[in-house]
């Protein structure tokens, strides 16, 4: 099968796209959530977002049919190219043949355990990017697959529903458990909006795309008076998970029920800590999760409810 010439793919990738597939007998899986960006101007965008250099290593999680492969691997130093479908496998090591700078790996990204698994690239330094076109369905476990475990990326750009994009950056007020989870290790920022027709075959959602650029140390370990040194990721996820775990009751409530402690306990603490116990959790700035998980954390057992 002949590649999509170098000298019109930005021109013709539209058109480009469903030929490749036809020619192969395939057809895009829903269940995989294969909607293939290809309008240039989006692709360009994510690109430009990622700030690549010849020093980059860059994985890209579900890299489909290869348009966003390319254009990586014209900036960046390597390209790791992770692909779950294997028949889109073969298409693309016969797409990007001519790219010496990308290896294509076949499996399943949420099966990288940690750094025994993951590709020797992504562990030279922590250097490394991940810039993808994120299949809905796991948007929120890719992100956590990366932002919880080592090495983490320097820098993630990812393209995922809009409205899932939205509740990312979002800020007190309107946070979600995915913000806390996400702005727990980084700042997000929505940098582009895609609309359903830049994609083929164009999804139902519009989509956006996210900036993440990853702290070296989670933002909350350097909150003033946190006392970050006592802060346990696992604890203060805890804590978190409790407190949206029944987003329409009050802290008092939710932290109560979630945690199994009196709600008097529960409303003392957040006192303490200036929280008013009638707040909900989506109110809550990262800090101030952070000046709840010491005092909570240390109530004996004997005082639980």
Known sequence: ?????????????RQSIPALLRAHSLHPRKS????????????????????????????????????????????????????????????????LADLPNVDIVHGDVLQFS?????????????????VSNLPYQITSAVLRHFLEKEPRPRLMVVTVQ???AERIVAGPGKMSLLAVSVQFYG???????????????????????????????????????????QIEEAAFFRVVRAGFSQKRKTLRNSLSAGLGLSPALVEEVLEQAGVKPQRRAETLSLQEWAHLVKPLGAIPRQDRG
């Open 32 to 95: 995989l959530g294969q909607n293939f960006l290809v309008d240039p101007v989006a692709l360009g965008r994510i690109v430009a977002a990622a700030e690549l250099s010849s020093d980059d290593v860059v994985v890209e999680v579900g890299a489909g049919l290869g348009t966003l492969t390319r254009p990586l691997a014209e900036r960046a130093g390597h390209v790791i190219a992770l692909e779950l479908d294997n028949h889109l496998v073969e298409i693309l090591r016969e797409q």
């Open 162 to 164: 809009r409205e899932v």
């Open 187 to 229: 700042q997000p920022r929505l940098v582009a909006r895609i609309p359903a027709g830049a994609f083929y075959p164009p999804p139902q959602v519009n989509s956006a795309v996210v900036r993440i650029d990853v702290a070296e140390q989670p933002a909350v370990w350097q909150a003033e008076g946190a006392d970050a040194d």
């Open 1 to 13: 099968m002949k590649r999509i010439d170098n000298g019109r793919r930005t021109a013709d990738v």
């Open 114 to 130: 940690g750094s025994a698994s993951y590709p020797e690239r992504m562990l030279s330094n922590r250097g490394y990017k991940v």
